[in-house]
């Protein structure tokens, strides 16, 4: 029988569409963050030429998964795994079975093929493969710090795999996507250290300086706008930027307290007192408003300079689609966030 795919033990291209970015970015966001948002799961994409059938099994998953029908590309290679555990090319075919889970969104099926794959073929040319995905399984799923994790796993058991430098730059991506500046600026340091002839070393040079300015994004203090509007209601929106919120909130205190010791001037307490109650609570409310605004003020400033470091990331082309050698596999990862 022939195979379906040749493929090559070497693995030196990836391309990814963060997230976050985010992603990550990437999109990510987030993230990315990176933002918080919901992002698109990346495909494990392989090329449809120079490949020999194996079977008509193999050739009935291997269109399913080329047409997008990935869940039941993955039941298909479940089923010839079973049915023909010593098939050539076995391992590559559990690693389809873990790519079409992640293409179908179930990432959590994916995370648990790629470790079946791992645990059964430790010695698989697919193995490295199998764990940075897993890390990218983790962002997509939101939990960024699990991935984190993986990928610095991943990077110190596989120092010299091509995927390497990526991943690397990854993980200062997703420190970024949690607002983590200056671990992310220490971050990209290394990878424009310890990889200076990758294209991801130059970038990571200029978002490592880029990041620093973080320090001096503009900043309100919440102490200090709450302070002011105990002072002069009002007067700590005013201080974070919302000033129509301020002038509102300084009438509104202003007539209320006027009214209630005008009627209680006039002996009237019926009216003075509840009137009164409306304006302390006014009053209350505004040295509130005045601590959320100065803290909102903040976090759109970092969202914005998050914004821009994930633009410059888009911008850079480093997860563009890449054009692989024949022989290779073109993957698609991290496309997400970013």
Known sequence: MKTIFSVSTQYRHVSCALPLIFLWVFSLPTGMAIGSQQSAVSKEILPADGFRVLNADRYFADSLFQEGDYLNAAHEYKRLLFSDPDAPQIDFIAFRVAASYQNAGKLENAIRAYQLLIDTYPKSVLVARAKNNIAQCHVLLGDSAQGIASL?????????????????????????????????????????????ESPFAKVSDRLARTVKDVDTLPHRFPTVAGVLSALVPGSGQVYSGRTMNGLYAFVSVAVLGSASFYYADQERYEVAVPIGVLGLF??????????????????????????????????????????PPKDQIALVLWKSKF
Do not use: C
């Not at 995927?163 to 730059?169: G, Y």
């Not at 949690?178 to 971050?187: C, F, L, M, R, Y």
């Not at 509130?288 to 888009?314: D, M």
């Open 282 to 323: 006014l009053y209350g409310n505004s040295i509130y408003q005045s601590v959320q605004t100065a803290r909102t003020f903040n976090i759109q400033q970092e969202r914005h300079f998050r914004n821009r470091l994930q633009q410059e990331i888009r911008d850079s082309g480093l997860f563009g689609t890449l054009s």
């Open 152 to 196: 610095t796993r991943f990077l110190s058991e596989h120092k010299e795999s091509s995927l390497a430098p990526r991943a690397h730059f990854t993980i200062g991506m997703l420190h970024i996507d949690k607002g983590e500046w200056a671990q992310a600026s220490s971050v990209w340091n290394e990878v424009f250290l310890t990889y200076p």
